[in-house]
């Protein structure tokens, strides 16, 4: 059924059951959120998007406020604003940022709505850091709970999206803060390195370890993950060259913003210094003598290209020749690109002459 | 793949990983440890039962994370039944389901052949039998047969515990049987999942990386296809299907094989039996290994060409959902490293140059590529299932699973809808087989192997991954606390491994995971990889290794 209302003196179509944030965000109506995420259930508890309503008395939580025929919905009036400021300078008391990330080109959803509405702490006030930097060894996500502003999105995500149940809210009052399991490191508390819980950390507090401080990427670039066959797309972040991170791409038509442990952080053996640079041969090719597995004549020669290829070409072609095509065999690869593989098939089956072409799919 | 292609004329997943993610009523995941291999997917079965209280049946020897999910209080249930009797098991609840008239029979009349020879067969594994056999109580063959034959649409789910076995094709069309005998194909939420394990295991099978195949499937011993590659090409082709993987690398030990060129694979990790594996391929008169790592396997290779990463090309990969995604360059190649279509596209450039093979002009005989984008014109134009497949529809945000029949066509999220791939659906009558080493007086622990969260496959890319070695940095053997005892291990206790092939030293992991009786080793590290003690028993079809269960003797260092 088809609902209709106002919102911002303009008319909104929404559906049954959507919020009023929603129908916004669905005409691109922007209401200033913190604790909300369209992947996650709403908890109300950020008091950002906070709306007026005409004939409703106060603010209310756009975002567990159900649409409803008829309804006037005011997003961003003088009153609004003054409170959001205030709702953001409260939570600056208890946030305090070391600085380590200024250089890396990323501007939080809080840092972005803090400046957006120009809120400060009082004059003359500079809170002190309460946690420590780093404060959990988990070798992928960085814990600096100073940030925290205790939306709650990592335990929602970590219990929504990975179904893990690691994070969660502990103490009271000015002490309350989110803690794993039962107060423990993330890994005891049996946490999988999904990295999710920091992917929607609006604020910092939990991040990509393996990340900080690299500074800010050239470019990101959308790709698919090189690990298992569920086809995750995430974008690589490039610096100078070189990967410094992977963030999610919430388009990505299989895995939204989820990823796994290996698809977000497995991707350093891209620069690892073992990789092969230059082709190898063996002496004894380059000096036409016999074939022996050890000594000087079996110790590997950089060589360039064309000698590289030209003996490959040439001791293939000579086999074919001397013995038939099905004296050689192809194994082509699950990890390379699908134009490779047809044209690993189309090197065996055209220029070779055989069928022995296979690949890891039994293993 | 056999299997299904067998069952249904076609061997991929049948359905999407979102449909079953978000309609099935109930899903049967048997020998595939999703969480940690699918995590992705793994986590949203989790949902699935957590939020829209979707049943969830897990069979496994293991228990494996989401057997915590499979439980009475979520509406579903954890089989462990004894490796090795998969198919028992699954006679054992078709026969309770035939029994209680929960077939589909319109589903079986309309669409199925074979029923009624399958049907007999049944009858020889009664429950009783098959709890005995299985291991598994007989009240909970009860339970299970209900759960799956009263949700539907149900979906079954598995990976290598079902093929990695000598009857691993009996496995597969014992599952095909199931979906038929309850109606769940053709339909979102249903269908016969098996999940891939690399990222392009599907588009490497689909672009004829196969011996008994061309791309898209088309056989190799049919006269129509050959004659159709042969126009393509302008070559004469063998008629003959060739060497799998398992056949090829034993066939350097007698010179059947001299010459091996080997893209971006370690045999050496990840074939059976580790010491014959480098004994053929010392043999192997020339090997070229094109790798972005120099790996167990480069020792023996006598020219390692380097390639390059997903990071540094562009192309397309083809998901376990036959979904068709592109993978972008990122960075360029590092060093004088060359995208690997380019360096087999020099070879084959410079072995035609040399003449000898008689080639004549055809409309695909060429090797001049600018990109990857004109190699895959030449996919869709000889491939009928990508016949619709172009990087210009993907780059334009069109989401394409195959088959693609044409440049409007949609693609296809779902298989077998009306009418399966081959006509209709055949039931086969299957017969348990007991595996082909089973524990003895000498070997009498069952081994079997698999990956772990943090690690994939032979390790190459992991183990150069800072983190996660730092969370999984060695190789551990799970070992059930019953037998820990007995061999007076704790964690951390250095244990022996021995099977007729060799011994590894690793250390144990004590776990109720695994059953008294079985251990479980991971093949990621080269000294202690559990590859080391596999044996190359294969299914007679798909020549797959019995990767599942090995005869071994423990002891503690």
């Known amino acids: ?363 | 793949m056999v299997g299904l292609t067998t069952s249904f004329g076609s061997g991929a997943m049948s359905n999407s990983m979102d449909d079953v993610a978000e309609k099935a009523a109930a899903f049967f995941v048997i020998g595939s440890n999703t969480t940690e291999q699918h995590p992705v997917f793994g986590s949203r079965l989790r949902q699935a039962v957590l939020r829209r209280g979707a049943k969830l049946v897990v069979a496994d020897p293991r228990r494996i994370d989401l057997a915590d999910f499979a439980k009475p209080a979520y509406g579903g249930l954890y089989l462990r039944h004894r490796p090795g009797t998969d198919i028992v098991l699954l006679i054992g609840l078709m026969h309770i389901i035939l029994h209680n008239g929960w077939e589909d029979k319109n589903f079986i009349a309309g669409r199925t052949e074979g029923y009624e020879e399958f049907a007999a067969t049944i009858e020889h594994y009664p429950p009783e039998k098959a709890s005995e056999i299985t291991g598994v109580p007989l009240e909970q063959l009860y339970q299970a047969a209900e759960i799956l034959a009263l949700n539907k649409p149900m979906a079954v789910i598995w990976a290598m515990g079902i093929t990695q076995h000598i009857v691993g094709v009996r496995n597969v069309m014992s599952l095909a049987n199931l979906q038929m005998l309850l109606g769940n194909m053709g339909m979102e939420g249903g269908g016969v999942n098996p999940l891939r394990g690399q990222n392009n295991v599907q588009g490497a099978c689909d672009m004829g990386g196969l011996p008994n195949v061309y791309p898209g499937y088309q056989n190799v011993t049919s006269e129509e296809t050959r004659l159709k590659f042969e126009a393509a090409w302008g070559v004469s082709l063998p008629d003959k299907v060739g060497l799998t993987l398992t056949e090829m690398i034993p066939a350097c030990e007698d010179g059947r094989v001299r010459a091996l060129y080997i893209l971006g694979e370690d045999p050496v990790m990840s074939d059976p039996n580790t010491s014959h594996i480098r004994h053929c391929l010392e043999r192997c008169e020339f090997l070229v290994l094109q790798e972005i790592f120099p790996s167990e396997t480069s020792a023996y290779a006598d020219i390692l060409l380097p390639g390059v990463s997903f990071a540094e090309k562009t192309g397309t990969f083809t998901s376990t959902e036959r979904r068709i995604q592109m993978c972008r360059k990122a960075i360029e190649p590092l060093g004088e490293t060359r995208p690997d279509w380019q360096i087999t596209t020099e070879i084959a450039k410079r072995i035609i140059a040399l003449g000898e093979r008689d080639m004549r002009p055809a409309p695909h005989s060429g090797w001049d590529y600018n990109d990857t984008s004109d190699i895959m014109s030449e996919i869709s134009a000889v491939t009928p299932s990508y016949a619709g497949v172009s990087h210009a529809r993907l780059e334009a945000g069109e989401r394409l699973q195959w088959p693609v029949k044409g440049p409007d066509h949609p693609g296809t999220p779902v298989l077998h809808v009306g009418q399966f791939t081959r006509g209709k659906g055949k039931f086969a009558p299957i017969d348990h087989i007991p595996p082909a080493e089973l524990p003895d007086d000498e070997f009498p622990v069952l081994l079997s192997t698999g990956r772990v969260l943090y690690h994939w496959h032979g390790g190459q890319m992991t183990r150069r991954a800072k983190g996660l070695m730092g969370v999984y940095g060695r190789a551990l053997v799970e070992v059930n606390p019953e037998d820990a005892a007995r061999w007076n291990a704790k964690d951390g206790t250095h244990l022996r491994v021995t099977s007729r092939r060799g011994s590894i030293e690793v250390e144990a992991w004590v776990t109720d995971r695994v059953p008294p009786g079985m251990v479980f080793a991971n093949f990621h590290f080269p000294e202690t990889s559990a590859n080391i003690l596999t044996h190359a028993s294969l299914d007679p079809v798909a020549k797959i290794p019995e990767y599942k269960i090995v005869a071994v003797r423990v002891e503690a260092v």
């Not at chain 1, 508890?45 to 756009?62: H, N, P, T, Y």
């Not at chain 1, 400060?120 to 988990?138: F, H, I, K």
């Not at chain 1, 390195?193 to 900080?212: E, N, Q, R, V, W």
Request: hydrophobic letters at 35%; one cysteine or more; proline letters at 5%.
């Open chain 1, 1 to 363: 059924m088809p609902v209709h209302l106002t919102i911002n003196d303009k008319p909104v179509q929404a559906h049954e059951g959507q919020t009023v944030l929603e129908a916004a965000c669905a005409h691109g109506i922007v209401i200033p959120t913190l604790c909300y995420h369209k992947d996650l259930s709403p908890v109300g508890s950020c008091r950002l998007c906070i709306v007026e309503v005409d004939k409703l008395r106060g603010q209310v939580a756009a975002c567990n406020l159900p649409v409803a025929e008829g309804l006037v919905v005011h997003t961003e009036t003088p009153a609004l604003v003054q409170s959001r400021r205030t709702v953001l300078s409260l939570l600056l008391q208890n946030y305090t940022d070391a600085g380590y990330t200024s250089h890396d080109g990323h501007t939080t959803e809080f840092e972005h709505w803090v400046r957006y509405y120009e809120a400060r702490l009082p004059d003359g006030t500079s809170p002190a850091p309460r946690y420590p930097l780093d404060g959990d060894p988990n070798p992928f996500i960085w814990v600096d709970l100073n940030k925290c502003i205790l939306c709650t999105r990592c335990v929602r995500a970590c219990e929504e999206v990975q179904g893990r149940f690691v994070w969660g809210v502990g103490e009271r009052g000015s002490y309350t803060r989110i803690i794993a399991g039962a107060d423990t490191a993330m890994l005891e508390a049996r946490c999988e390195s999904c990295g999710a819980c920091a992917a929607y950390c609006p604020t910092g507090a939990l991040d990509h370890k393996l990340s900080i401080r690299q500074g800010e990427a050239d470019r990101k670039v959308t790709t698919t993950c090189t690990y298992c066959g569920v086809g995750c797309q995430f974008d690589l972040n490039v610096k100078n060259g070189k990967v410094i991170r992977v963030t999610s791409n919430p388009n990505a038509p299989v895995n939204g913003m989820h990823l796994c442990v290996k698809g977000r952080y497995g991707y350093d053996f891209i620069h690892h210094p073992d990789r092969l640079t230059g082709p190898r041969v063996r002496r004894y090719l380059l000096e036409e003598g016999e074939k022996v597995l050890h000594g000087p004549a079996w110790d590997w020669v950089e060589t360039d290209w064309n000698t590289a290829l030209d003996i490959t070409a040439r001791k293939l072609a000579a086999t074919r020749d001397h013995y038939g095509g099905s004296s050689i065999g192809v194994l082509t690869s699950a990890k390379c690109l699908n134009e490779e593989n047809y044209l690993m098939n189309k090197l065996a089956r055209q220029v070779l002459g055989t069928h022995n072409i296979d690949h890891c799919a039994r293993l």
